[in-house]
T-cell receptor, first 115, second 114 residues
């Protein structure tokens, strides 16, 4: 079975400080993992993806994530937060289903960036 | 290259009416997925369609909900006799193949049932 746990529903950081959004997954297969960002009343934008290549994945806007199989984690980080990073972030695992890859979403982490 | 297009962006219906949500996949994509996001929750899979075929509808409520993806035209998610609990954001995604590891999401349709 596949599932995703985002350990923090809300994270608050000051502008210019590091960001850490935590994600643990469970998968019966070798998973593909993604982080998506959703700004208020907007759609989902892909930040980065892991598909069994390099375990450290770099995404857009300075975000990166490291796939750690031993810890079943895929935490999202950014060295320095910007005000425009305030949004909701979803960790997603993709696993084979009925002839397609079904996405399993975490419940989301809302990132607040303080000036 | 336009992305996944959903319309309308916002839809208000009174209880008992029908809601029709449309999704045009990215050019060259023949696989469409619908997801629902209830308030304060992540997205939940509803249905996976290819042209003229429903492949997996394991996430669809048993009644009032239906989906289609005709040979021509957009994919349609139809909700009959809407109730307040149907209020949510409905997202469509598309991919070039079913086995593609990623999908591209539209901006969603926010349905409000009053």
């Amino acid at each position: 079975a596949q599932s995703v746990t985002q350990l923090d529903s809300h994270v608050s950081v000051s502008e210019g400080t590091p960001v850490l959004l935590r994600c643990n997954y469970s998968s019966s297969y070798s998973p593909s993992l993604f982080w998506y960002v959703q700004h208020p009343n907007k759609g989902l934008q892909l930040l980065l993806k892991y598909t069994s290549a390099a375990t450290l994945v770099k995404g857009i806007n300075g975000f990166e994530a490291e796939f750690k199989k031993s810890e079943t984690s895929f935490h999202l980080t950014k060295p320095s937060a910007h005000m425009s990073d305030a949004a909701e972030y979803f960790c997603v695992v993709s696993a084979p289903g009925n002839n397609f890859n079904k996405f399993y979403f975490g419940s989301g982490t809302k990132l607040n960036v303080k000036p | 290259n336009a992305g996944v297009m959903q319309n309308p962006r916002h839809l208000v219906r009174r209880g008992g009416q029908e809601a029709r949500l449309r999704c045009s996949p990215m050019k060259g994509h023949s696989h469409v997925y619908w997801y629902r996001q209830l308030p304060e929750e992540g997205l939940k899979f509803m249905v996976y369609l290819q042209k003229e075929n429903i492949i997996d509808e394991s996430g669809m409520p048993k009644e009032r909900f239906s989906a289609e993806f005709p040979k021509e035209g957009p994919s349609i998610l139809r909700i009959q006799q809407v109730v307040r609990g149907d209020s949510a954001a409905y997202f469509c995604a598309s991919s070039p193949t079913g086995g593609a590891p990623e999908a591209f999401f539209g901006q969603g349709t926010r349905l409000t049932v009053v």
